[in-house]
C-alpha cells in the first residue's frame, strides 16, 4: 500500500458528461500529480500541484481542471467527456522539493460509452 | 525524438535468468532516476531511485545510470515469475518543488517458470 488513496476505482459514464476524480496523498507530502495511461500512450503527465499552488503543467486537455485543496486533497475534473477520454487517471504525490519520487495511488479506470 | 525512449517488449525469460531493462533520454538536465513495476491494472510501484550517474543495488534489483551516454539500466537477478510485470523507467530535472516525472512507456517482461 502506498498511502495514495484514489476514488472511486472504477467509474462509467456517457460522452458529455462530467465526472470528479478525488485523490489524498500520502501524510506529508505536498506535491500531487496526475497522470492519463491509456493502451498506446504510457503514462501521460496532466498537471502538478505542490502545497496548493499549480506548478507543472503537462498535455491536459482544456476540458480538464484540477485543484489542490489546502488539506492537501487533489481533485481532477472531466467534462464534456469522449469516448477517448476512457483511460486510467492515476494520482501520485511526492514530498516536494528536491525529493521527486512518486508514490502512485490504484487508480481510477475510467469508461466513456 | 522522444525525451525517454523504452524498448516495449514484450521480453520473456526463463524462471533464475538475469533480466537487463533499459531506457535512453534526450534531456541532459535530467538528474533523478526512477524504475517503477506496474502489474496489470495497478498502480506503478516505485522500485529502485538514484541521483545522478552510477549504480545502486537492492536485493536483486540493480540500477545502473550512465550520464554521460544517457543511459539508464536496471538488472534483475534470478527471475521470478512474480517479477513479471511492466517496468517503467522514470526520470526528472532538478528543480526546486517543481519536478514532475518523464516516463518511458514500459517493458513488458514475463517470466517464464
Known amino acids: 500500500d502506498s498511502g495514495v488513496t484514489q476514488t472511486p476505482k472504477h467509474l462509467i459514464t456517457a460522452t458529455g458528461q462530467r465526472v470528479t476524480l478525488r485523490c489524498s496523498p500520502r501524510s506529508g507530502d505536498l506535491s500531487v500529480y496526475w497522470y492519463q495511461q491509456s493502451l498506446d500512450q504510457g503514462l501521460q503527465f496532466l498537471i502538478q500541484y505542490y502545497n496548493g499552488e499549480e506548478r507543472a503543467k503537462g498535455n491536459i486537455l482544456e476540458r480538464f481542471s484540477a485543484q489542490q485543496f489546502p488539506d492537501l486533497h487533489s481533485e481532477l475534473n472531466l467534462s464534456s467527456l469522449e469516448l477517448g477520454d476512457s483511460a486510467l487517471y492515476f494520482c501520485a504525490s511526492s514530498v516536494g522539493g528536491i525529493r521527486t519520487e512518486a508514490f502512485f495511488g490504484q487508480g481510477t479506470r475510467l469508461t466513456v460509452v | 525524438q522522444k525525451e525517454v525512449e523504452q524498448d516495449p517488449g514484450p521480453l520473456s525469460v526463463p524462471e533464475g535468468a538475469i533480466v537487463s531493462l533499459n531506457c535512453t533520454y534526450s534531456?541532459?538536465?535530467?538528474?533523478?532516476f526512477m524504475w517503477y513495476r506496474q502489474y496489470s491494472r495497478k498502480g506503478p510501484e516505485l522500485l529502485m531511485y538514484t541521483y545522478s550517474s552510477g549504480n545502486k543495488e537492492d536485493g536483486r534489483f540493480t540500477a545502473q545510470v550512465d550520464k554521460s551516454s544517457k543511459y539508464i539500466s536496471l538488472f534483475i537477478r534470478d527471475s521470478q515469475p512474480s517479477d513479471s510485470a511492466t517496468y517503467l523507467c522514470a526520470m526528472s530535472a532538478r528543480s526546486e518543488g517543481n519536478t514532475p516525472l518523464v516516463f518511458g512507456k514500459g517493458t513488458r517482461l514475463s517470466v517464464i517458470a
Open positions: 534531456n541532459s538536465a535530467f538528474q533523478y
